[in-house]
């Protein structure tokens, strides 16, 4: 049988280039609180993301939680989200003693449907938390439009969507912040890591000091933090990723290519279409299979995959609202849209070095499901 192929493969330097970046810590014995490599990554990502602050986390995770508990809401209060997103989004969520708040997402794109916030808004609301999910940027302008009327904040989980530009702006300028996850499955990773990025200068030392106990001098410590800070050879894995971005993203965007060409124009097959204004940075392959059109269903394409050695994701199935650990606190028919894709959608492997034969191959095996063949 042919070689495995996986859903995704982490991007990693050649070996001699990272070992040449991590080489100076032998002589520093500096490998983690801030040292040198951090300080350079969290330099180089504040110029390539075009915002004026990033800080740097361990995984996206803890960015997230993070910076909803800087921003200091009530307990209790209400977060306005989508169930279309990985369990992250919405523990971030609840881990912070917040009530999340599940609002419908669009057909198209899968991000946040704008048109169905505003009747969520009650006066337990303090912000909305939408997900530029597989990279897709939310309608930020309607978004903030909302969010300004009635005086709430926007944080973005935007861990699919580093490199990505919206009419021409950063897609870590949205919003109060966003958080990056630098995920080793992720388009740039760090092994694991994340970030806050945002534009307010405050928030700066509040989550410097988050991520490290609370510590705000030697002998000081202001509240009681965690800890979340990212080391020394996480960064030096992101200041080597981050030269190879641009030609990553280049080959992630000729395997996307391959894949139009072999799948779109099949019955019952639904590729997310290129968004308008958008540079995009091919995070993810999602297909929606509808089976009466297709002939077979999302889970028979997946098996046959499998079969065939090939790894897809039901990505992303379950919702979010509909996991063991909520006990059906949520109504997920609230949500008809998002749970329809999430029956229906497989996302395909996709990593830069995929090659164009292995494209077709997995595209052959897709196209035999076609009526159940
Ligand atoms: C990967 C991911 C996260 C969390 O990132 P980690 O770095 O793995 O903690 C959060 N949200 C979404 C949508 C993700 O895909």
């Known amino acids: 049988m042919a070689d495995k192929i996986l859903v995704t493969r982490s991007s990693m330097p050649d070996y001699e280039e990272y070992c040449e970046e991590i080489k100076g810590l032998w002589d520093s014995h500096w490998l983690t609180n801030m040292g040198a490599k951090h300080q ?4 180089e990502l504040e110029k390539f993301l075009e915002v004026p602050h990033v800080v740097l986390y361990t995984n996206g995770h803890l960015a997230l939680e993070n910076v909803l508990a800087a921003m200091n809401f009530p307990k209790n209060g209400e977060v306005i989200t989508t169930p279309f997103t990985f369990a992250s989004t919405t523990h971030a ?8 708040v599940f609002c419908d997402i669009d057909p198209v794109d899968y991000t946040i449907d704008v048109t169905k ?16 999910v597989y990279g897709n940027i939310c309608r930020v302008e309607e978004i903030q439009r909302i969010a300004d009327k009635y005086g709430l904040k926007v944080i973005y989980d935007a861990a699919h969507a580093f490199g990505v530009r919206y009419k021409g ?12 996850s630098f995920h080793a499955t ?25 991520k490290n106990f609370g510590i705000h001098g030697p002998e000081r410590v ?41 799948l779109s124009g099949t019955e019952g097959i639904t590729l997310c279409p290129l968004q308008a204004d958008v540079e995009p940075n091919y995070a993810y392959c999602p297909v929606v299979f509808e089976p009466t059109l297709f ?31 909520f006990h059906g606190a949520y109504d997920i028919n609230n949500t008809p849209v998002a749970l329809h894709i999430s029956k ?14 292995d494209v077709d191959r997995i595209c052959d095996v897709i196209l035999r499901c076609k009526n159940g063949k």
């Open 344 to 357: 229906r959608v497989l996302t395909l492997p996709l990593y830069a070095d995929l090659s164009l034969e």
């Open 222 to 262: 202001e509240f009681v933090g965690g800890n979340a800070k990212m080391n020394e050879f996480q960064a030096a894995m992101g200041i080597c990723n981050l030269r190879h971005l641009d030609r990553e993203i280049g080959k992630r965007k000729a395997v996307m290519e391959r894949y139009r060409e072999r």
């Open 117 to 132: 916030i505003e009747a969520l808004i009650t006066d337990k609301t303090c912000a909305i938390v939408p997900v530029h």
């Open 40 to 43: 350079e990554l969290q330099t």
């Open 93 to 100: 969520i609840v881990r912070n003693g917040l009530v999340p």
């Open 169 to 180: 702006v950063s897609s870590a300028c949205f919003g109060d912040a966003s958080m990056f």
């Open 295 to 325: 002939g077979s269903t999302r889970n028979e394409v997946f098996a046959a995959l499998a079969e065939n050695g090939i790894g897809a994701r039901k990505y992303f199935y379950p919702l979010t609202n509909t996991f063991d650990c």
């Open 186 to 210: 992720k388009v740039f990773n760090t092994i694991e890591g994340g970030a806050v990025c945002f534009k307010k200068d405050y928030l700066v030392q509040l989550l410097n000091d988050m």
